[in-house]
């Protein structure tokens, strides 16, 4: 079982390690184009216009600015540190066997491209629906060269990414993605909304009891089976996992 999950905005603001090694990350294939962001980033740090080109927030743009220009020096962390936000708080990596989790998740990056776990990078940040200038939308940059870096060994997708990152390489099948829906009884009809929130920490916390339970299921069926047993409402709708959270 592959778990593919995006990236989160909020980071570990330090590393603790030696300096980025392009070399040593995972999927090596995509070492040209890290290449390629990497030096056109660095370049688009430097311009006046960088925050709205980054769409950086007002407050946090200086900050993050600096650490941009500085990924080739900045000490680094492994991937599963680095990343802190909701998903990943509801992940709870602390919680769950290393190994199994390095060997079952992949995280999609707008400017790595795709890590493991154990990938040694410096805090960063660039989103995936970024355009750089010269290079253009980073999503188009990576599409082409995911095709042949990211080659799984056989086994059920369960796909966790957001839009912009689904969008730069599509799993192979079996592929399944997940979904989450709150849903309200109003007027005495059932009536469903999608919840950006809530959708981060449900997925997390089915990655987490997933690779907690050690189940490894193999196709879509089964992965229904495996989640709902997990206690989650679950609904296979065609290639969607659909999560209903009742309120």
Not at 124 to 149: E, F, H, K, N, T
Not at 216 to 240: I, M, Q, S, W, Y
Request: proline content about 8%; overall charge positive.
């Amino acid at each position: 079982m592959h778990i593919l999950l995006p990236p989160s905005e909020k980071k570990a603001a330090t590393g603790d390690g030696p300096p980025l090694d392009l070399a040593s990350l995972s999927f090596p294939g995509l070492t040209p184009v890290r290449k390629r962001v990497l030096a056109a980033l660095r370049k688009v740090c430097r311009r006046t216009d960088a925050p709205e080109l980054l769409g950086l927030p007002a407050g946090q743009a200086d900050e993050t600015l600096a650490r941009n220009r500085a990924l080739h020096e900045a000490p680094t962390l492994p991937a599963a540190r680095l990343y802190t936000g909701v998903l990943y708080d509801n992940l709870d990596l602390p919680d769950l066997d290393a190994r199994a989790a390095a060997e079952q998740i992949i995280v999609f990056s707008g400017l790595w491209g795709a890590l493991r776990l154990t990938d040694r990078i410096p805090p960063y940040r660039l989103a995936m629906a970024v355009s750089l200038p010269r290079q253009g939308r980073l999503g188009a940059l990576w599409r082409p060269v995911m095709r042949d870096a990211l080659r799984l060994d056989g086994g059920l997708v369960v796909d966790m990414r957001s839009g912009p990152y689904a969008s730069v390489w599509k799993a192979p099948e079996p592929a399944v993605a997940v979904r989450v829906f709150r849903e309200q009884i109003v007027a005495g009809v059932a009536k469903r909304t999608v919840v950006s929130h809530m959708a981060k920490a449900t997925r997390g916390r089915i990655a987490h009891d997933l690779i907690k339970s050690g189940a490894e299921p193999r196709t879509p069926d089964e992965l229904l089976k495996t989640v709902a047993g997990l206690g989650h409402t679950v609904e296979l709708n065609g290639t969607n996992l659909d999560v209903v959270l009742h309120t």
